[in-house]
Protein backbone atom coordinates (compact mmCIF):
# COMPACT_ATOMS: atom_id res chain seq x y z
CA UNK A 1 0.00 0.00 0.00
CA UNK A 2 1.42 3.65 -0.58
CA UNK A 3 3.07 5.14 1.96
CA UNK A 4 2.20 8.72 0.75
CA UNK A 5 -1.54 7.96 0.34
CA UNK A 6 -4.54 5.66 1.09
CA UNK A 7 -5.42 5.29 -2.53
CA UNK A 8 -2.51 4.52 -5.08
CA UNK A 9 -2.03 7.59 -7.65
CA UNK A 10 -2.78 6.23 -11.34
CA UNK A 11 0.28 9.12 -12.10
CA UNK A 12 2.79 7.05 -10.85
CA UNK A 13 2.07 3.94 -13.00
CA UNK A 14 1.50 3.30 -16.82
CA UNK A 15 -1.75 4.09 -18.09
CA UNK A 16 -2.80 2.00 -20.94
CA UNK A 17 -5.94 3.21 -23.01
CA UNK A 18 -7.40 0.10 -25.44
CA UNK A 19 -6.28 0.93 -28.38
CA UNK A 20 -2.87 1.86 -27.19
CA UNK A 21 -0.53 -0.77 -28.37
CA UNK A 22 1.68 -2.66 -25.76
CA UNK A 23 4.92 -1.17 -24.91
CA UNK A 24 8.33 -2.88 -26.11
CA UNK A 25 9.43 -5.99 -24.92
CA UNK A 26 5.81 -6.32 -23.34
CA UNK A 27 5.04 -10.29 -23.38
CA UNK A 28 1.43 -11.22 -23.30
CA UNK A 29 0.83 -14.13 -20.41
CA UNK A 30 -1.27 -17.09 -20.84
CA UNK A 31 -4.65 -17.24 -20.23
CA UNK A 32 -5.79 -18.04 -16.81
CA UNK A 33 -8.07 -20.57 -15.80
CA UNK A 34 -10.24 -18.27 -12.76
CA UNK A 35 -13.14 -16.67 -13.04
CA UNK A 36 -12.00 -13.35 -12.77
CA UNK A 37 -10.24 -13.39 -15.74
CA UNK A 38 -8.44 -10.00 -16.46
CA UNK A 39 -9.52 -8.23 -19.36
CA UNK A 40 -6.00 -8.17 -20.46
CA UNK A 41 -2.56 -8.73 -19.03
CA UNK A 42 0.88 -7.99 -20.28
CA UNK A 43 4.02 -7.90 -18.35
CA UNK A 44 6.14 -4.92 -18.31
CA UNK A 45 9.46 -6.24 -18.89
CA UNK A 46 10.97 -9.17 -21.19
CA UNK A 47 10.75 -12.33 -19.04
CA UNK A 48 8.79 -12.79 -16.32
CA UNK A 49 9.42 -16.64 -16.04
CA UNK A 50 10.38 -17.33 -12.49
CA UNK A 51 7.40 -18.56 -10.66
CA UNK A 52 9.22 -21.27 -8.72
CA UNK A 53 11.75 -19.17 -6.93
CA UNK A 54 9.29 -15.80 -6.60
CA UNK A 55 6.22 -15.06 -5.16
CA UNK A 56 3.85 -12.80 -6.03
CA UNK A 57 3.18 -9.22 -4.27
CA UNK A 58 0.29 -7.40 -5.85
CA UNK A 59 -1.38 -4.12 -5.28
CA UNK A 60 -4.56 -2.78 -6.75
CA UNK A 61 -5.26 0.39 -8.29
CA UNK A 62 -8.55 1.35 -7.01
CA UNK A 63 -9.51 3.77 -8.98
CA UNK A 64 -9.27 4.44 -13.06
CA UNK A 65 -9.86 7.46 -14.88
CA UNK A 66 -10.18 8.51 -19.04
CA UNK A 67 -10.72 12.67 -18.09
CA UNK A 68 -7.33 14.34 -16.58
CA UNK A 69 -8.07 16.02 -13.50
CA UNK A 70 -8.03 19.47 -14.17
CA UNK A 71 -6.02 20.30 -10.99
CA UNK A 72 -4.35 18.04 -9.11
CA UNK A 73 -3.47 18.65 -5.37
CA UNK A 74 -0.18 16.64 -5.81
CA UNK A 75 1.69 19.79 -5.65
CA UNK A 76 -0.05 21.38 -2.77
CA UNK A 77 0.69 18.24 -0.75
CA UNK A 78 4.02 18.35 -1.41
CA UNK A 79 4.19 21.75 -0.43
CA UNK A 80 2.44 21.21 2.84
CA UNK A 81 4.18 18.28 3.49
CA UNK A 82 7.81 20.77 3.18
CA UNK A 83 5.89 23.05 5.75
CA UNK A 84 5.04 19.91 7.79
CA UNK A 85 8.93 19.16 7.92
CA UNK A 86 9.76 22.52 8.72
CA UNK A 87 7.24 23.09 11.71
CA UNK A 88 8.87 19.68 13.08
CA UNK A 89 12.46 21.34 12.98
CA UNK A 90 11.22 24.00 14.77
CA UNK A 91 9.61 21.93 17.43
CA UNK A 92 13.26 19.81 17.65
CA UNK A 93 15.55 22.67 17.87
CA UNK A 94 18.15 23.41 20.97
CA UNK A 95 16.07 24.67 24.20
CA UNK A 96 17.79 27.66 23.93
CA UNK A 97 17.56 28.30 20.21
CA UNK A 98 15.88 31.72 19.19
CA UNK A 99 13.59 30.11 16.51
CA UNK A 100 12.44 26.99 18.81
CA UNK A 101 8.81 27.04 19.26
CA UNK A 102 6.86 25.15 22.30
CA UNK A 103 4.62 21.88 21.88
CA UNK A 104 1.44 23.24 22.42
CA UNK A 105 2.24 25.91 19.23
CA UNK A 106 3.13 23.17 17.40
CA UNK A 107 0.16 21.17 17.88
CA UNK A 108 -1.80 24.12 16.69
CA UNK A 109 -0.04 25.26 14.02
CA UNK A 110 0.33 21.14 12.67
CA UNK A 111 -4.02 21.78 12.61
CA UNK A 112 -4.16 24.89 11.18
CA UNK A 113 -1.34 23.93 8.56
CA UNK A 114 -3.69 20.82 7.79
CA UNK A 115 -6.92 22.56 7.67
CA UNK A 116 -5.38 25.19 5.22
CA UNK A 117 -4.54 22.35 2.92
CA UNK A 118 -7.89 21.11 3.18
CA UNK A 119 -9.17 24.43 2.06
CA UNK A 120 -6.66 24.64 -0.83
CA UNK A 121 -4.83 27.85 0.26
CA UNK A 122 -1.61 27.49 -1.25
CA UNK A 123 1.20 26.64 0.99
CA UNK A 124 2.53 29.40 3.25
CA UNK A 125 6.07 30.55 4.22
CA UNK A 126 6.29 30.20 7.84
CA UNK A 127 8.28 32.76 10.29
CA UNK A 128 9.33 31.95 13.92
CA UNK A 129 7.64 34.63 16.65
CA UNK A 130 9.38 33.79 19.69
CA UNK A 131 8.60 30.21 21.39
CA UNK A 132 5.07 31.26 21.48
CA UNK A 133 3.88 31.46 18.47
CA UNK A 134 4.75 30.80 14.56
CA UNK A 135 3.87 32.86 11.54
CA UNK A 136 2.32 31.66 8.10
CA UNK A 137 2.40 34.27 5.42
CA UNK A 138 1.12 34.81 2.02
CA UNK A 139 1.85 37.45 -0.51
CA UNK A 140 -1.16 38.37 -2.96
CA UNK A 141 -0.36 41.02 -5.56
CA UNK A 142 -0.14 43.97 -3.39
CA UNK A 143 -1.46 42.97 0.25
CA UNK A 144 -0.15 40.59 3.06
CA UNK A 145 -2.03 37.73 5.15
CA UNK A 146 -0.03 37.58 8.19
CA UNK A 147 -1.52 34.41 10.15
CA UNK A 148 -0.51 34.49 13.58
CA UNK A 149 -0.47 31.08 15.28
CA UNK A 150 -0.20 30.36 19.33
CA UNK A 151 -1.29 27.97 21.80
CA UNK A 152 -4.59 30.21 22.11
CA UNK A 153 -5.43 32.35 19.50
CA UNK A 154 -5.33 33.07 15.72
CA UNK A 155 -4.50 36.28 14.94
CA UNK A 156 -5.20 37.34 11.54
CA UNK A 157 -3.12 40.78 9.76
CA UNK A 158 -4.03 42.00 6.24
CA UNK A 159 -1.90 44.86 4.89
CA UNK A 160 -0.31 46.41 1.95
CA UNK A 161 3.05 48.61 2.08
CA UNK A 162 1.04 51.16 3.61
CA UNK A 163 -0.87 50.52 6.16
CA UNK A 164 -2.95 47.60 7.93
CA UNK A 165 -6.03 46.98 6.42
CA UNK A 166 -7.61 44.41 8.77
CA UNK A 167 -6.96 42.79 11.98
CA UNK A 168 -8.91 39.64 13.11
CA UNK A 169 -8.87 37.50 16.19
CA UNK A 170 -10.17 34.03 16.93
CA UNK A 171 -9.35 31.59 19.68
CA UNK A 172 -8.22 28.11 18.70
CA UNK A 173 -11.70 26.80 20.14
CA UNK A 174 -13.05 27.72 16.82
CA UNK A 175 -11.12 25.53 15.02
CA UNK A 176 -13.57 22.52 15.79
CA UNK A 177 -15.24 24.70 13.09
CA UNK A 178 -12.73 25.38 10.84
CA UNK A 179 -15.64 25.94 8.14
CA UNK A 180 -16.38 29.04 9.73
CA UNK A 181 -12.38 30.51 9.85
CA UNK A 182 -10.65 30.01 6.79
CA UNK A 183 -13.22 30.53 4.15
CA UNK A 184 -13.72 34.05 6.44
CA UNK A 185 -9.83 34.63 6.37
CA UNK A 186 -9.76 33.95 2.18
CA UNK A 187 -12.34 36.35 1.90
CA UNK A 188 -10.78 39.32 4.03
CA UNK A 189 -7.25 39.09 2.01
CA UNK A 190 -9.11 38.85 -1.88
CA UNK A 191 -11.38 41.18 -0.31
CA UNK A 192 -14.64 39.57 -2.38
CA UNK A 193 -16.36 36.62 -1.94
CA UNK A 194 -15.04 33.07 -1.81
CA UNK A 195 -17.20 30.04 -2.41
CA UNK A 196 -16.62 26.88 -0.56
CA UNK A 197 -18.39 23.98 -1.69
CA UNK A 198 -19.13 21.29 0.61
CA UNK A 199 -18.43 17.95 -0.70
CA UNK A 200 -21.18 14.97 0.29
CA UNK A 201 -18.85 12.43 -0.74
CA UNK A 202 -15.96 11.63 2.21
CA UNK A 203 -13.41 9.72 -0.03
CA UNK A 204 -10.48 11.58 -0.06
CA UNK A 205 -9.54 14.24 -3.37
CA UNK A 206 -7.19 13.13 -6.12
CA UNK B 1 -26.68 -13.00 -7.54
CA UNK B 2 -23.61 -14.73 -6.61
CA UNK B 3 -21.45 -12.86 -9.10
CA UNK B 4 -21.61 -9.66 -6.41
CA UNK B 5 -18.74 -9.31 -4.31
CA UNK B 6 -17.30 -6.89 -1.95
CA UNK B 7 -14.44 -5.21 -3.02
CA UNK B 8 -13.56 -3.06 -0.07
CA UNK B 9 -15.37 -1.24 2.61
CA UNK B 10 -14.00 1.48 5.03
CA UNK B 11 -15.01 3.55 8.17
CA UNK B 12 -13.91 7.75 8.41
CA UNK B 13 -13.34 9.90 11.18
CA UNK B 14 -13.45 13.50 10.12
CA UNK B 15 -11.69 15.06 13.09
CA UNK B 16 -11.55 18.59 14.56
CA UNK B 17 -9.44 20.75 16.50
CA UNK B 18 -5.95 20.38 17.26
CA UNK B 19 -4.02 16.99 18.68
CA UNK B 20 -2.78 17.59 22.60
CA UNK B 21 -0.53 14.85 22.63
CA UNK B 22 1.85 12.81 19.40
CA UNK B 23 -0.32 9.41 20.18
CA UNK B 24 -2.62 9.47 17.50
CA UNK B 25 -0.63 7.60 14.94
CA UNK B 26 -2.14 4.70 13.43
CA UNK B 27 -0.05 2.00 15.56
CA UNK B 28 -2.07 4.04 18.43
CA UNK B 29 -5.15 3.40 16.53
CA UNK B 30 -4.79 0.07 15.68
CA UNK B 31 -4.25 -1.23 18.47
CA UNK B 32 -7.23 0.74 19.91
CA UNK B 33 -9.42 -1.47 17.17
CA UNK B 34 -7.97 -4.38 17.01
CA UNK B 35 -6.23 -4.82 20.81
CA UNK B 36 -3.36 -6.48 18.68
CA UNK B 37 -0.04 -4.94 17.33
CA UNK B 38 -0.08 -4.70 13.63
CA UNK B 39 1.54 -6.73 10.83
CA UNK B 40 3.19 -3.52 9.49
CA UNK B 41 3.50 0.12 10.96
CA UNK B 42 4.68 3.59 8.94
CA UNK B 43 5.45 6.68 11.30
CA UNK B 44 4.20 9.93 9.72
CA UNK B 45 7.43 11.69 8.07
CA UNK B 46 6.34 14.80 9.01
CA UNK B 47 2.84 16.30 11.01
CA UNK B 48 1.17 16.94 8.08
CA UNK B 49 2.08 13.65 6.09
CA UNK B 50 -0.47 10.44 6.85
CA UNK B 51 1.08 7.26 9.68
CA UNK B 52 -0.05 3.74 8.39
CA UNK B 53 -0.68 0.50 9.77
CA UNK B 54 -1.96 -2.88 8.15
CA UNK B 55 -2.79 -6.24 9.46
CA UNK B 56 -4.50 -9.32 8.95
CA UNK B 57 -7.92 -10.00 10.50
CA UNK B 58 -8.66 -13.68 8.87
CA UNK B 59 -9.30 -13.22 5.51
CA UNK B 60 -9.46 -9.63 6.24
CA UNK B 61 -6.80 -7.14 5.47
CA UNK B 62 -7.14 -3.98 7.42
CA UNK B 63 -5.41 -0.68 7.09
CA UNK B 64 -5.66 2.12 9.61
CA UNK B 65 -4.52 4.85 8.13
CA UNK B 66 -4.38 8.51 9.82
CA UNK B 67 -4.00 11.91 8.27
CA UNK B 68 -4.29 15.63 10.08
CA UNK B 69 -7.92 15.94 9.88
CA UNK B 70 -9.30 12.62 8.98
CA UNK B 71 -8.59 8.39 9.90
CA UNK B 72 -9.28 6.04 7.97
CA UNK B 73 -10.31 1.92 8.63
CA UNK B 74 -10.02 0.15 5.38
CA UNK B 75 -11.11 -3.00 5.12
CA UNK B 76 -10.12 -5.47 1.48
CA UNK B 77 -9.49 -9.12 0.93
CA UNK B 78 -6.36 -10.32 2.26
CA UNK B 79 -4.46 -11.98 -0.37
CA UNK B 80 -2.58 -14.89 -0.53
CA UNK B 81 0.97 -16.40 -1.81
CA UNK B 82 -1.37 -19.52 -3.14
CA UNK B 83 -2.74 -16.74 -5.90
CA UNK B 84 -0.39 -17.72 -8.38
CA UNK B 85 2.12 -15.33 -10.32
CA UNK B 86 -0.61 -13.65 -12.57
CA UNK B 87 -2.95 -10.83 -10.98
CA UNK B 88 -6.04 -11.46 -9.73
CA UNK B 89 -8.17 -9.48 -8.21
CA UNK B 90 -8.82 -10.08 -4.37
CA UNK B 91 -12.05 -10.00 -3.57
CA UNK B 92 -13.95 -10.13 0.53
CA UNK B 93 -15.30 -13.47 0.01
CA UNK B 94 -16.77 -13.53 3.40
CA UNK B 95 -19.40 -10.70 3.88
CA UNK B 96 -20.83 -12.02 6.64
CA UNK B 97 -17.31 -11.71 8.50
CA UNK B 98 -17.27 -8.48 6.85
CA UNK B 99 -20.52 -7.14 8.46
CA UNK B 100 -19.21 -8.78 11.91
CA UNK B 101 -15.79 -6.63 11.76
CA UNK B 102 -17.81 -3.01 10.49
CA UNK B 103 -20.21 -3.50 13.33
CA UNK B 104 -17.51 -4.44 16.02
CA UNK B 105 -15.77 -1.25 14.71
CA UNK B 106 -18.95 0.75 15.25
CA UNK B 107 -19.32 -0.67 18.80
CA UNK B 108 -16.20 0.36 19.54
CA UNK B 109 -16.54 3.81 18.73
CA UNK B 110 -19.41 3.63 20.72
CA UNK B 111 -17.01 3.13 23.36
CA UNK B 112 -14.90 6.38 23.17
CA UNK B 113 -12.13 4.38 21.22
CA UNK B 114 -11.27 7.95 19.18
CA UNK B 115 -10.24 10.03 21.48
CA UNK B 116 -9.93 12.83 19.67
CA UNK B 117 -13.11 15.40 18.80
CA UNK B 118 -15.31 14.09 15.28
CA UNK B 119 -17.48 16.18 13.31
CA UNK B 120 -18.21 14.10 10.66
CA UNK B 121 -18.72 9.73 10.34
CA UNK B 122 -18.56 8.07 6.94
CA UNK B 123 -19.05 4.82 6.31
CA UNK B 124 -18.17 3.47 2.64
CA UNK B 125 -18.84 -0.02 0.99
CA UNK B 126 -17.70 -0.93 -2.67
CA UNK B 127 -19.81 -4.26 -4.32
CA UNK B 128 -17.90 -5.33 -7.74
CA UNK B 129 -18.94 -7.74 -10.17
CA UNK B 130 -16.19 -8.80 -12.84
CA UNK B 131 -16.94 -9.30 -15.80
CA UNK B 132 -14.96 -10.15 -18.95
CA UNK B 133 -16.59 -7.26 -21.55
CA UNK B 134 -17.48 -3.88 -20.86
CA UNK B 135 -21.17 -4.70 -22.96
CA UNK B 136 -21.37 -7.26 -19.70
CA UNK B 137 -20.12 -4.69 -17.34
CA UNK B 138 -23.14 -2.70 -19.07
CA UNK B 139 -25.57 -4.50 -18.93
CA UNK B 140 -24.81 -5.91 -15.27
CA UNK B 141 -25.17 -2.36 -14.34
CA UNK B 142 -28.39 -1.36 -15.65
CA UNK B 143 -30.17 -5.21 -14.40
CA UNK B 144 -29.45 -3.35 -10.59
CA UNK B 145 -30.15 0.19 -11.71
CA UNK B 146 -33.67 1.07 -10.58
CA UNK B 147 -36.48 1.39 -13.01
CA UNK B 148 -37.16 5.72 -12.55
CA UNK B 149 -32.81 6.61 -13.22
CA UNK B 150 -31.77 3.21 -15.59
CA UNK B 151 -30.29 4.40 -18.83
CA UNK B 152 -29.62 2.71 -22.05
CA UNK B 153 -26.01 1.71 -22.25
CA UNK B 154 -24.80 -0.32 -24.92
CA UNK B 155 -20.82 -0.40 -24.76
CA UNK B 156 -20.48 3.26 -23.47
CA UNK B 157 -17.14 3.50 -21.44
CA UNK B 158 -16.79 5.22 -17.90
CA UNK B 159 -20.32 5.12 -17.23
CA UNK B 160 -21.00 6.80 -13.69
CA UNK B 161 -24.64 7.78 -11.85
CA UNK B 162 -24.44 8.71 -8.41
CA UNK B 163 -27.27 10.54 -6.31
CA UNK B 164 -27.47 11.28 -2.95
CA UNK B 165 -31.06 11.16 -1.14
CA UNK B 166 -29.94 13.09 2.28
CA UNK B 167 -32.44 12.39 5.28
CA UNK B 168 -32.52 14.15 9.19
CA UNK B 169 -31.95 11.82 11.53
CA UNK B 170 -34.79 12.69 14.24
CA UNK B 171 -33.84 10.79 16.93
CA UNK B 172 -29.71 12.09 16.51
CA UNK B 173 -30.31 15.44 16.90
CA UNK B 174 -31.63 16.24 13.72
CA UNK B 175 -28.38 15.39 12.34
CA UNK B 176 -28.24 15.33 8.42
CA UNK B 177 -27.09 12.37 6.38
CA UNK B 178 -25.75 11.68 3.43
CA UNK B 179 -27.06 8.82 1.38
CA UNK B 180 -24.81 8.23 -1.85
CA UNK B 181 -25.15 5.31 -4.22
CA UNK B 182 -23.09 5.13 -7.23
CA UNK B 183 -23.10 2.67 -9.95
CA UNK B 184 -20.06 2.86 -12.50
CA UNK B 185 -17.79 1.00 -14.64
CA UNK B 186 -14.96 -0.16 -13.44
CA UNK B 187 -11.61 -0.88 -14.42
CA UNK B 188 -9.51 -1.69 -11.62
CA UNK B 189 -5.70 -2.43 -12.40
CA UNK B 190 -3.68 -4.93 -10.56
CA UNK B 191 -0.04 -5.00 -10.48
CA UNK B 192 1.91 -7.79 -9.41
CA UNK B 193 5.70 -7.77 -8.61
CA UNK B 194 7.49 -11.31 -8.47
CA UNK B 195 9.93 -11.56 -5.27
CA UNK B 196 12.25 -13.82 -4.27
CA UNK B 197 10.83 -16.08 -1.28
CA UNK B 198 13.59 -16.41 0.19
CA UNK B 199 14.51 -12.80 1.26
CA UNK B 200 18.53 -13.82 0.80
CA UNK B 201 17.73 -15.06 -3.16
CA UNK B 202 19.45 -12.33 -4.82
CA UNK B 203 17.40 -11.61 -8.07
CA UNK B 204 19.50 -10.83 -10.90
CA UNK B 205 18.29 -9.19 -14.87
CA UNK B 206 15.82 -9.89 -16.02
CA UNK B 207 13.36 -11.19 -12.91
CA UNK B 208 14.02 -8.00 -10.83
CA UNK B 209 10.21 -6.36 -10.09
CA UNK B 210 9.49 -8.45 -13.07
CA UNK B 211 6.04 -6.17 -12.89
CA UNK B 212 2.93 -7.71 -14.43
CA UNK B 213 -0.32 -5.39 -15.20
CA UNK B 214 -3.75 -7.39 -15.24
CA UNK B 215 -7.00 -5.14 -15.78
CA UNK B 216 -10.39 -6.44 -14.70
CA UNK B 217 -13.36 -4.33 -15.90
CA UNK B 218 -16.19 -4.42 -13.30
CA UNK B 219 -19.61 -3.69 -12.52
CA UNK B 220 -19.42 -1.93 -9.74
CA UNK B 221 -22.26 -0.28 -6.49
CA UNK B 222 -20.60 2.06 -4.16
CA UNK B 223 -22.29 3.10 -1.14
CA UNK B 224 -20.92 6.44 0.44
CA UNK B 225 -22.94 7.20 4.27
CA UNK B 226 -22.00 10.08 6.12
CA UNK B 227 -23.39 13.00 8.08
CA UNK B 228 -22.99 16.73 7.44
CA UNK B 229 -20.22 18.57 9.40
CA UNK B 230 -21.55 19.71 12.66
CA UNK B 231 -20.14 22.66 14.57
CA UNK B 232 -20.66 20.36 18.13
CA UNK B 233 -18.19 17.91 17.84
CA UNK B 234 -20.09 14.27 17.76
CA UNK B 235 -20.56 11.92 21.07
CA UNK B 236 -19.20 8.55 20.82
CA UNK B 237 -23.07 7.08 21.33
CA UNK B 238 -23.82 9.57 18.86
CA UNK B 239 -20.55 8.64 16.37
CA UNK B 240 -22.08 4.70 16.73
CA UNK B 241 -25.40 5.67 15.79
CA UNK B 242 -24.69 7.32 13.05
CA UNK B 243 -22.31 4.77 11.61
CA UNK B 244 -24.70 1.29 12.29
CA UNK B 245 -27.40 3.70 10.88
CA UNK B 246 -25.40 3.47 7.54
CA UNK B 247 -24.61 -0.65 7.84
CA UNK B 248 -28.28 -1.36 8.21
CA UNK B 249 -29.10 1.34 5.29
CA UNK B 250 -26.30 -0.40 3.02
CA UNK B 251 -27.37 -3.49 3.82
CA UNK B 252 -30.93 -3.03 3.06
CA UNK B 253 -30.03 -1.29 -0.07
CA UNK B 254 -27.95 -3.50 -1.77
CA UNK B 255 -30.99 -6.23 -1.07
CA UNK B 256 -32.97 -3.61 -2.77
CA UNK B 257 -30.77 -2.84 -5.73
CA UNK B 258 -30.87 -6.95 -6.11
CA UNK B 259 -27.45 -7.86 -5.22
CA UNK B 260 -28.20 -10.45 -1.87
CA UNK B 261 -24.71 -10.31 -0.78
CA UNK B 262 -24.90 -13.70 1.26
CA UNK B 263 -23.94 -12.42 5.22
CA UNK B 264 -23.98 -8.99 4.73
CA UNK B 265 -27.72 -8.67 5.58
CA UNK B 266 -29.56 -8.06 8.62
CA UNK B 267 -26.89 -6.15 10.42
CA UNK B 268 -26.92 -6.30 13.85
CA UNK B 269 -25.81 -5.14 17.29
CA UNK B 270 -22.61 -8.14 18.84
CA UNK B 271 -24.19 -9.77 21.82
Not at chain 1, 20 to 49: T, Y
Amino acid sequence: MSAASNRVRLQTLVVLDSGLELPDGALLSPPIASDAQPHRLFALSADSSSATTTKPESQILRTTFSSVPIVSNSELREEYQELGVALGELLAMDAGDEWRIEKPVYYVACHVAAELMDYQYPAPEVFTHGPKSVVFNWSNESTNLYLTVSADTLSALISTPQRIQRRIEFPTKQLFDPGLIFPALRSAQLEQPVVSIDKAASDLDD
Amino acid sequence: MGEWKVLNARITFFTVGPVSSSDQSALAVYRQFWEDDPDSFQKEPNPLAPSMAQGRRGGLLAACIVNPTRTDLNLAAAGTDAQGPHPTLSLIEDAGQLRVELTRITDAVGRGVISRALNRVALYVQFVAVKPTLLQVNKTLMSIIPDGYRPNLTDEESFIFQINRPQVLPDVEQLRMNYITKWSAESIRVITMLLPRDPAVRMGPPNIGSPILGEFLAASLSFDINNVPVAKPLTPPQQSSLLLNGLTWAAETQRTCGLNIEGFDGVSRLE
